[in-house]
Nanobody, 128 residues
């Protein structure tokens, strides 16, 4: 079992930056591939970014809408996943969720149904 707790959300003006963190407890986060999703009011939950490790190689994946603006990273020693967001715009307003799945899990990294554990979410609001 993995418990995920997000933090770092808030209100920011368009063009600004914000960093999110997600701390995992339970089994070590290094045993899981992790990702960020977001959900805006009235919309489906959508993929934002994912990070996976295969041996000594780390892979990062981004939704086209955030590529070049967001950076996903992790610190296994601190059991923490990060999302650095810059050049934010009002369309980035959403509840951001941290999620994890075991290394052996199948399914697309960009599909919410592929993940086993979810945090409670943290609100990010970008004002124009």
């Amino acid at each position: 079992q993995v418990l995920l707790v997000e933090s770092g959300g808030g209100l920011v003006q368009a063009g600004g930056s914000l960093s999110l963190s997600c701390t995992a407890s339970g089994r070590t986060s290094s045993s899981y591939n992790m990702a960020w999703f977001r959900q805006a009011p009235g919309k489906e939950r959508e993929f934002v970014a994912a990070i996976s490790v295969n041996g000594a190689v780390t892979y990062r994946y981004y939704a086209d809408s955030v590529k070049g603006r967001f950076t996903i990273s992790r610190d296994n020693a601190k059991r923490t996943l990060y999302l650095q967001m810059s050049s934010l715009n009002p369309e980035d307003t959403a509840v951001y969720y941290c999620t994890a799945r075991s290394l052996s899990s199948g399914g697309s990294f960009s599909r919410a149904g592929s993940y086993d554990y979810w945090g409670q979410g943290t609100q990010v609001t970008v004002s124009s």
